[in-house]
């Protein structure tokens, strides 16, 4: 009995890191296919691709009841544009240059909070969405019955959602972007009075129309990371109803991760070597 | 026409009212004697668990960003020695709590609101009614309380990480002077901006555990119910405590 289960022990101990690296194997796989199966999709599903951009724009079910994922992504970079702000001014008047805060607000909000939380907000709203939407699909045995007509399940269900994901981003960037600016300004001008001049002299002084460009380079890169990860929780969920709640749950908490490391990496590449802020000129 | 209007107001209204019901019945049951221990344990071991990882790679994806990019403004203002007070600023005052926000919701949140969603399609809650089990005082009361204990030791662990990723970053990566790093620290942050960070994760924590709750335990709707129902925790969850973050910091600017 004992050297059973020791031998179940040692067992599990070197099958674990196996499995693990073969659910990363058969994930990377799904990836690959998703990539090489773009040209295809983008031939033959357009209409299924143009109701997805919609669905995501507006949002399904309830999140349309709030004005969909759009107002959602607005309203987490207003905030997180507002706290970037209110930091700044009283962080920069502690050593006495409070009127300099548009100049942070400017740095923090198009380079940071911004694409940090917008990613953060597209996981959470469209990401756990699809994994929920291709979970139910695939619970109920819908996915299998696509095979079953000969549609490509992977190309008509995932790659799609992938694409308009991508598309989606673009306005929702802008719209999150112009959030974010319109609570510094909200912030440091009606809040803290430091005056409407002051604050539109320092924020376009520094606000680096490359930094802009870099931030949208860097939620594009969140985005192909998101939309893979929630549809491939999705298509593979099972285990009932239930199994789609922890497919959901799962999902988040692993793009969530992904995304800041994208995120991480992706500032590093691109302002490491090539600092777009000049205070001297 | 009436119940028109009626049902559009109520749709969103009806939620809202059940969240602030239960959340009064568990202030109400969080008192009553036996106390959960047992699933106040296993809750926290059991939140931690899922949420470890996460809190470890956002800590490294958001914090230590943060800590980068603001050295590279601060080297260009030729202040760099000033770099340890913004990770201070950064990791205990604003980041971190972010942090902790983004990955109690999406990991805590996510975690209690699946399990309890599978509980409540599987007619295990109507299970414990009919036995006369309080359903509030066994399963959310443990829940809220590990939550919230969990939100603390998460963010202490992100304030952490982040000061000495922050050092690593700065002084190895940025080139600024290690006694300068550790003497600014104190510049900006004290224990008053301790206490207010510890503050935001408790209610963080309470909040975020409610609505993931709430949301578990009203699921309703077929296959697509539990999914759907996380998905709406963790929104609600982040969209609400972003603003909740905002206004306890303009608070601590007007008390300190």
Known sequence: MADRSASATLLRVVTSPLKTLDALGEQGLFYGRVVGSVPATLRRYKKELLRLIAEM???????????????????????AGAVAAAQGFESSSNIGVGSLAPLLAAYFTARLSTPLLAGVALAVTIGAATTSQIGSMRISEEIDALEVMSVPSMRYLVTTRVL????????????????????????????????????????????????????????????IVVMSIHTYYGYTAGGGPAGVGEAVGRSVRSSLSGVMIVNLLVAMALYANFNTFHLAG | MATGTTSVLARPLKPLGGLFAMSLDTLQAMFKRPFQWREAILQMWFIIRVSIVPTLLVMLGFTLLVIFEVNLLLKDLGALDLSGGIAGIASIQQIGPFVTVVVVA????????????????????????????????????PRVIAMVVVAQVLNFIIGAGGLIGGYFFSVYLQGATPGAYVDSIPLFTGPAELIFSMVKALVFGIIAALIACYRGLTVSGGSKGVGDAVNQAVVITITVLVPVSLTITIVQFAVL
């Open chain 1, 57 to 79: 724009g507006m949002g399904a079910g309830a999140l349309a009841l709030v004005g969909g994922s759009a107002v959602i992504v607005g309203s987490i970079t207003f905030f």
């Open chain 2, 106 to 141: 999406g990991a805590g949140g996510t975690a209690i609101c699946a399990d309890l969603g599978a509980r409540t399609i599987r007619e295990e809650i109507d299970a414990m009614m009919v036995l006369g089990i309080d359903p509030i005082q066994r399963l959310v009361v």
């Open chain 1, 164 to 223: 308009a994901g991508l598309i989606v981003i673009t306005p929702l960037y802008i719209f999150a972007s112009l959030a974010g600016f319109l609570a510094d300004y909200l912030i440091l001008v009606f809040f803290y009075d430091t005056g409407a001049g002051n604050f539109s002299h320092y924020f376009f002084l520094y606000l680096s129309p490359l930094d802009i460009v870099f931030a949208y380079i860097q939620v594009i890169a969140m985005v």
